[in-house]
Nanobody
Framework: VQLQASGGGLVQAGGSLRLSCVAS????????IGWFRQAPGKEREFVSS????????YYADSVKGRFTISTDNAKNSVYLQMDSLKPEDTAVYLC????????????????????WGQGTQVTVSS
């Protein structure tokens, strides 16, 4: 599985961005796709995850109500719609895949993922 994230950019506080994660290489019917972010000097942080069928979605408390994760199986893509962005959302955003149990807490930790795409920079100005 190869993952490619895109859609980052510079936006003012309160603005929106939509990130895309395109997967290729094989079928993903039992995969979980997660979004993580990493700011300079900080640890990689879980943002959101979704099972490939869109059935189970999780969000970090810091983004609940502002970010929405979705899937488009026909395009092998997972999207992260980010609204009401704040300066503290500034980070490199990465998508990753795993086949752990979606009910497991591992699906909400970086250590639970074994395949990572390149990141996309999101910068929110105040």
């Amino acid at each position: 599985v190869q993952l490619q994230a895109s859609g980052g950019g510079l936006v003012q506080a309160g603005g929106s961005l939509r990130l895309s994660c395109v997967a290729s290489g094989r079928t993903f019917s039992r995969y979980i796709i997660g979004w993580f972010r990493q700011a300079p000097g900080k640890e990689r942080e879980f943002v959101s995850s979704v099972t490939w069928n869109g059935g189970s979605k999780y969000y970090a408390d810091s983004v609940k109500g502002r970010f929405t994760i979705s899937t488009d199986n026909a395009k092998n893509s997972v999207y992260l719609q980010m609204d009401s962005l704040k300066p503290e959302d500034t980070a490199v955003y990465l998508c990753a895949s795993t086949r752990v149990d979606p009910l497991s807490g591992l699906s909400r930790t970086a250590s639970g993922y074994d395949n990572w795409g390149q990141g996309t920079q999101v910068t929110v100005s105040s």
